[in-house]
T-cell receptor
Framework: NAGVTQTPKFQVLKTGQSMTLQCAQD?????MSWYRQDPGMGLRLIHYSVGAGITDQGEVPNGYNVSRSTTEDFPLRLLSAAPSQTSVYFC????????????FGPGTRLTVL | AQKITQTQPGMFVQEKEAVTLDCTYDTSDPSYGLFWYKQPSSGEMIFLIYQGSYDQQNATEGRYSLNFQKARKSANLVISASQLGDSAMYFCAMREGPGYGNNRLAFGKGNQVVVIP
């Protein structure tokens, strides 16, 4: 198993550009989520999904969209990038919504100029 | 209001010694879970240990143990016999509610640990 994969590893955007951060898992996990980590901070939840076709907002959803058309993929879309969205983005998955361990991807480091 | 508080400054610990990382939390929900994750300098997040609010015993996983003091709302991580590979940032996190249909984690700001030979 590849586990949780994220692409790209690094990205630089200009203010106002849009892009999609990709997240995929090959473990048939139902639950997936996106977090962001700012310098000196812990992770904050952006959006999550309890299964294909079901998504919900986390703590900091503004400026981001998600969809979950398949069990494997959970892309995160930035509609109009802002410097405040400069961060490291982590995708995570668990077998079910009540499983304790979350499996994290390696992260995407995004810089918005 | 901050749900997870980790306020210790960076810590230096001698190899083979034990280290305790402090974590306090704030919730009014009687059912919750507490987690510790490790983030080495390479950046990945590694799950270490879990404690449920109704668990009678303190959780242990190898060299990691969780000192759970419910009345004080504290969930300190103890790493015994520190190794050089334990140098990392350590994050305490909480999930409120019983966990069914909910795996939303709130993280603290982390504790930096450096193990010296």
């Amino acid at each position: 198993n590849a586990g949780v994969t994220q692409t790209p590893k690094f990205q630089v955007l200009k203010t106002g550009q849009s892009m999609t951060l990709q997240c995929a898992q090959d473990m048939n996990h139902e639950y997936m989520s996106w977090y962001r980590q700012d310098p000196g901070m812990g992770l904050r939840l952006i959006h999550y999904s309890v299964g294909a076709g079901i998504t919900d907002q986390g703590e900091v959803p503004n400026g981001y969209n998600v969809s979950r058309s398949t069990t494997e993929d959970f892309p995160l879309r930035l509609l109009s990038a802002a410097p405040s969205q400069t961060s490291v983005y982590f995708c995570a998955s668990t077998p079910t919504a009540h499983y304790n361990e979350q499996f994290f991807g390696p992260g995407t480091r995004l810089t918005v100029l | 209001a901050q749900k997870i508080t980790q306020t210790q400054p960076g810590m230096f610990v001698q190899e083979k010694e034990a280290v305790t990382l402090d974590c306090t939390y704030d919730t009014s929900d009687p059912s919750y879970g507490l987690f510790w994750y490790k983030q080495p300098s390479s950046g990945e997040m590694i799950f270490l240990i879990y404690q449920g609010s109704y668990d009678q015993q303190n959780a242990t996983e190898g060299r990691y143990s969780l000192n759970f003091q419910k009345a004080r709302k504290s969930a300190n991580l103890v790493i015994s016999a520190s190794q050089l590979g334990d140098s990392a940032m350590y994050f305490c996190a909480m999930r409120e509610g019983p966990g069914y249909g909910n795996n939303r984690l709130a993280f603290g700001k982390g504790n930096q640990v450096v193990v010296i030979p």
